[in-house]
Each structure stands twice: as C-alpha cells, then as structure tokens.
C-alpha cells in the first residue's frame, strides 16, 4: 500500500516561510507526478502546485512567486518551501501522488498550516 506522510506543519505569523515535506513508500517516485493540495474551512480542495516526473512544475496563481515545489527522487520525498505567508495560505495541505504504473492516485493525511495575522 502507498503510504504519503506530509511533515512540517504549523503556525506561522504572516510574512513568515513554512516548509512542508512528503516522504512517500511503495510508489515507483520517480516515475509519478507529485503534487500539494490545499483546503481551507468551507472551501473545495484545491491544486497548490504540482511536480512531473520530469521536473515540470506549475501553480496556483495565489502563490506564484511564494511557493516553490521540489522533488528529491534519490529520498522519494516531494517538499513545498512556503514564503511571504499570508492569512489566506491557512489551510490543510493534503500531499498528492499520481502513479505512473497504475494511474490511481494517492493521498496523505494532511498537515494544518495557520498563518496568523
């Protein structure tokens, strides 16, 4: 069983950085796209930033320029370097992955980042 387990979570004063990291088990990494999610109270889950297998990356409009998304296939973790956080950042951030064999996604627990103003 694919196992995702997000760390780095917490609270955080506005303008402050945060960085989340995802160690993944059983998942053929290198191969699958890599992505952070986010919910807020109230709000649909949605789409932070996301790795391919090859490096590409994209964003949420909300946080380009602020967030940055790595991967290190050699330690099968995904990290999310968080800056200039502001309120609106507050949410769960949910680690995601999508296997390259069987196309089946995966998620973790999720880890609460609050970003106090």
């Known amino acids: 069983q694919v196992q995702l387990v997000e760390s780095g979570g917490g609270l955080v004063q506005a303008g402050g950085s945060r960085r989340l990291s995802c160690a993944a088990s059983r998942l053929t990494f290198s191969l699958s796209t890599m992505a952070w999610y986010r919910q807020a109270p109230g709000k649909q889950r949605e789409l932070v930033a996301a790795i391919t297998n090859s490096g590409s990356t994209n964003y949420a409009d909300s946080v380009k320029g602020r967030f940055t998304i790595s991967r290190d296939n050699a330690r099968n973790t995904v990290s999310l370097q968080m800056n200039s956080l502001k309120p609106e950042d507050t949410a769960v951030y949910y680690c995601?992955?999508?296997?390259?064999?069987?196309?089946?996604?995966?998620w973790g627990q999720g880890t609460q980042v609050t970003v106090s103003s």
């Open positions: 995601y992955a999508k296997s390259a064999l069987t196309h089946v996604d995966f």
